[in-house]
Nanobody
Framework: VQLQASGGGLVQAGDSLSLSCAAS???????MGWFRQAPGSERVFVAGINWSAGSTVYADSVKGRFTISRGNAKNTVNLQMISVQPADTAVYYCAAAVLSHLWDHWGQGTLVTVSS
């Protein structure tokens, strides 16, 4: 199973940005999600979506600003980010729970930089 994330870049505070992740090598996933790791910090959970139920969960820091959704293509997940802030600057990692309900597969990360 491979996860390919895309959509990172440099934006200004208050802008919007979308990330996308495609999972290949599997016919289904239990869940997909996004984590992020800021410089000098640990990787933390951002948002996740249960694939069958479509239910979502968010970190408090992004509630109301980020939206995770299933993409139109099979096994793709999007993260729509609005009103981004410099504190959102991080490498964003796509993750998938394929073999279990734990995050067992990871993408390579995509850098999001928010300038003030």
């Amino acid at each position: 199973v491979q996860l390919q994330a895309s959509g990172g870049g440099l934006v200004q505070a208050g802008d919007s940005l979308s990330l996308s992740c495609a999972a290949s090598g599997t016919s289904s996933t239990n869940a997909m999600g996004w984590f992020r790791q800021a410089p000098g910090s640990e990787r933390v959970f951002v948002a996740g979506i249960n694939w069958s139920a479509g239910s979502t969960v968010y970190a408090d820091s992004v509630k109301g600003r980020f939206t995770i959704s299933r993409g139109n293509a099979k096994n793709t997940v999007n993260l729509q980010m609005i009103s981004v802030q410099p504190a959102d600057t991080a490498v964003y990692y796509c993750a998938a729970a394929v073999l279990s309900h734990l995050w067992d597969h990871w993408g390579q990360g995509t850098l999001v930089t928010v300038s003030s």
